[in-house]
């Protein structure tokens, strides 16, 4: 069976003897495809030694010449996106259209980071004092750790190493056990685009290597998205030695309907959002807010739709893959059990599907429930499945009270034709990333993606002007060409003169 190995300093590098190794599964099938190596601490060691070995090159090399590189990436994925949509379907389960989705959005990261002479560009202030110039640049802050979960092995890492690499950072890739291929094809693009050996690295691992980044002083930058108690261990941690720390965790995303919104449009947007990549999406739709009113009709709407949903292997046309594993399927599942005994009303029950997949993969359908209350675990946790809770609210201000008391603030839709009620929402909800009348209002790569409250820990959002300001540090440079009237002793502070 395939090992699949780290990528250090430019090539595959075999696990050292003894290492310890995960399966790696098709979760269509449930078959075990591959094993992923887990890096000892010795082994990210290696892969931190590249990286600070590559830097001072890299970071001196012109943009013009780092520009050029990005571009040849950016054309090889471009051309060759379906090889990656297939390792990703392959080993998460989303089907292929949904796996080329997330491709393209983060390819859009590395368009975006093309443009980065301009984003670096400083400012220059002629004569602040008299024939005193002032300047200012922002420089590569070092090595950068990118730790990135399951659910977006290509789109995650994108949203940071294409403006990393861009900014003049090196990068060590730490990718989801769970899904690993995907960071390396990525490796090998890179270095047929001509980037240089050591500026990115990949190893794979598990709590042991992610400590051992946190830990190592080499490491200058931390970019984390995963679920959110290990979001904050990773900015505490991370924090304490001194790195910058951007961690983007976990989130429970609404999607308030108000009675004069277009009902057919937000039934639709509650069936793509909620279920779409089988709810393994952070801004994936779970709770739908319902004004009491027009809650039957919503419900009836999103049920009849849901129905229509073909769930299956993603390389067959299906709309709907399996969960990642065995376990989190197991565990969706409990969810499912927990939310019919607190007494929601099951309207869709997904606990028992008949795929269409060969053998044993972990499927489970939509599920849909209604009349959910604000305690029930099913509301209260982030169930990353296809479970959609219908919460039912007496009007806007109830629904804004409810999504404004929930501890995540990562995205969030409101669904109406009244312009002074999407305006007022959009002022008051606090929440990172607001959709009126869309339902994953995923940001452009030259705005910035990130959350609020225990959605994200550090104050930098990734990619857009956020991201270039995260992987650079400012400097302000105060310059005089001598000039023999500015001579003589002077102890006083500097004035302007
Ligand atoms: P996860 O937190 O289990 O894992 C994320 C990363 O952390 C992986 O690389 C994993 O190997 C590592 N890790 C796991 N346990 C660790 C530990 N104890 N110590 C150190 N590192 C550890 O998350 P996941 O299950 O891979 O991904 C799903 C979660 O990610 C969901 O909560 C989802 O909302 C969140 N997510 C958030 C965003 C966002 O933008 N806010 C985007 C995508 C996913």
């Not at 012109?62 to 297939?86: D, H, M, T």
């Not at 050996?197 to 400590?211: I, L, P, R």
């Amino acid at each position: 069976m395939k090992t699949i190995q780290h990528w250090i300093n430019g090539a595959e590098t075999a696990p050292a003897t003894g290492s310890r190794l995960s399966d790696v599964t098709n979760p269509a099938t449930g078959k075990v495809t591959s094993q992923v190596a887990l890096a000892s601490a010795a082994t990210v060691n290696d892969a931190v030694a590249a990286a600070t070995a590559a830097f001072p090159l890299w970071r001196d090399t012109s943009l013009a010449k780092r520009v050029q590189i990005l571009f040849r990436f950016r054309e090889l994925l471009n051309a060759r996106k379906p090889e990656l949509a297939a390792i990703i379907t392959a080993e998460h389960g989303k089907v292929l259209d949904d796996a080329l989705g997330e491709i393209s959005r983060g390819q859009e990261v590395v368009e975006f980071a093309c443009g980065i002479p301009h984003l670096l560009k400083g400012g220059y202030t002629e004569n602040a004092s008299t024939k005193v110039d002032v300047h200012s640049v922002r420089q590569p802050v070092g090595p950068a750790a990118i730790i990135s979960p399951f659910n977006f092995p290509a789109m995650v890492p994108m949203w940071f190493f294409p403006v990393a690499i861009a900014s003049g950072n090196t990068v060590v890739l730490k990718p989801s056990e769970k899904d690993p291929t995907a960071a390396n094809w990525m490796a090998e693009l890179w270095k047929e685009a001509g980037l240089p050996d050591g500026v990115f690295n990949v190893v794979h691992g598990d709590k042991e290597a992610v400590d051992t980044l946190l830990q190592h002083e080499d490491i200058k930058s931390v970019s984390f998205v995963g679920s959110t108690p290990i979001a904050q261990y990773v900015y505490q941690q991370g924090t304490a030695t001194g790195k910058r720390v951007q961690a983007l965790g976990g989130a429970k995303n609404h999607m308030l309907v108000l009675p004069d919104a277009d009902l057919d449009l937000a039934a639709d947007a509650a069936v793509n959002a909620g279920y779409g990549a089988a709810g393994e999406r952070c801004m994936a739709i779970s709770a739908i807010v319902a004004v009491e009113s027009i809650a039957d009709e919503l419900v009836a709407k999103i049920a009849e739709r849901t129905r229509t949903l073909r769930i299956g292997d993603g390389t067959r046309g299906t709309d709907m893959g399996p969960l990642v594993t065995a376990a989190h399927r197991e565990k969706v599942a409990g969810y499912i059990n927990a939310g019919e005994a607190a007494g929601a009303t099951m309207v869709l029950d997904g606990r028992n599907v008949t795929p269409d997949a060969e053998g044993d993969g972990f499927f489970l359908a939509p599920t849909l429930f209604d009349n959910v209350t604000p305690d029930m675990s099913i509301y209260t946790d982030e169930i990353f499945g296809p479970v959609l809770s219908v919460v039912r609210v007496p009007s806007y201000d109830e629904g804004l009270q409810l999504i404004n008391a929930n501890p995540y603030g990562n995205g969030t839709a409101i669904f109406t034709n009244d312009g002074g009620a999407a305006r007022r929402f959009e002022n008051e909800i606090e929440v990172g990333m607001v959709g009126i009348n869309v339902p994953i209002p995923v940001p452009m790569a030259y705005y910035s993606f990130g959350g609020w409250k225990n959605s994200l820990f550090g104050d930098s959002h990734a990619h857009g002007a956020e991201g270039v300001h995260f992987f650079t540090r400012g400097k302000v440079v105060t310059s005089r060409w001598l000039d023999p009237s500015h001579g003589g002793i002077n102890l006083g502070f500097p004035q302007n003169s």
